[in-house]
């Protein structure tokens, strides 16, 4: 059986697009195993220090959003 040029791409781009999406699907899950330890939802942060900033000096004057990037840039 031949396959004409058409028909070659077409599987290959099949091709990347599953493999694409099985490692977007699978990948977040493999990398962020569960930690019993890590904060949950709605719970209160702990107090915490940096650089002479204290979460503690805004508690019920304003509100905050905490955002931590996890890995290398």
């Known amino acids: ?3 004409s040029r058409c ?6 781009r099949l091709v990347v697009t599953a493999l694409a999406f099985l490692l977007i699907s699978v990948g977040p899950v493999a990398a962020a195993p ?3 330890n ?4 709605g719970q209160k942060a702990r107090d ?4 002479g900033f204290k979460l503690s000096d ?4 304003k509100n905050l959003v905490m955002v931590f990037y996890r890995g290398h840039f």
Do not use: A, N, S
């Open 1 to 3: 059986m031949k396959w």
């Open 48 to 51: 915490f220090e940096i650089q």
């Open 7 to 12: 028909h070659l791409k077409r599987t290959l």
């Open 38 to 41: 890590r904060p949950k939802v």
């Open 58 to 61: 805004l508690k019920g004057r």
């Open 34 to 36: 569960y930690d019993e």
